[in-house]
């Protein structure tokens, strides 16, 4: 008798841990993501204007990607920042 209450508790207490008790966490999963986006887009319909972006002509456009891909080929020079302001010998003569 104490084997199978034992077996019958046991198999109780196992089957509470498949039931699922977050229902309404659950069905609000993800809602502060979807409210954030919402929040941060400027204007949700920007995909529908068809007018093209003012702001650059096409020369000026590819000039600045030409400069910008340029600034990775070489670094810009080394900065001394030890001393800024002043002599290393320490002034007047």
Known sequence: MF????TLALTLLLATGCSHVTPNYDARFGDAVRDA???M???PDAGKDGNPVMGMDGRAARESMLQYQESYKKPPPAVNVIN???EIGGGAK
């Open 3 to 6: 084997i199978k209450s034992t």
């Open 37 to 39: 986006k919402k929040k």
């Open 41 to 43: 887009t400027i204007n």
């Open 84 to 86: 800024i302001g002043g």
